[in-house]
């Protein structure tokens, strides 16, 4: 079971940025796809981004495409979301998230089988 553990969040003003970076365990993060999620309060869990395991692929939900960008680091186990123009409605709970071999679509949930603990994202307006 690979580890997962968020950190970046905080309180930020509408038009600010933030970097959530999502630090994995284990040896083999470099072969696993990864995921960002969102969740506002009473919302369901939402895509936000993905990565394939190289970083050549990427994907983004329309409403945070232009405005955030996801990379990783496999040499230090991280992968990263860079999130600029931030907007009221980006305030969620933001949780990174890993597929380790199973058939992958990057916007479903279902399809990864671990995840972080969370990092809190505020923007107020």
């Known amino acids: 079971q690979v580890q997962l553990v968020e950190s970046g969040g905080g309180l930020v003003q509408a038009g600010g940025s933030l970097r959530l970076s999502c630090a994995a365990s284990?040896?083999?993060?470099?072969?696993?796809?990864m995921g960002w999620f969102r969740q506002a309060p009473g919302k369901e869990r939402e895509f936000v981004a993905a990565?394939?395991?190289?970083?050549?692929?990427?994907y983004y939900a329309s409403s945070v495409k232009g405005r955030f960008t996801i990379s990783r680091d496999n040499a230090k186990n991280t992968a990263y979301l860079q999130m600029n123009s931030l907007k009221p409605a980006d305030t969620a709970v933001y949780y990174c998230?890993?597929?380790?071999?199973?058939?992958?679509?990057?916007?479903?949930?279902?399809?990864?089988?671990?995840w972080g603990q969370g990092t809190q994202v505020t923007v107020s307006s």
């Open positions: 998230a890993v597929n380790r071999g199973m058939a992958w679509t990057p916007t479903l949930s279902s399809k990864y089988d671990s």
């Open positions: 284990g040896r083999t993060f470099s072969s696993y796809a």
């Open positions: 990565i394939n395991w190289s970083g050549g692929i990427t």
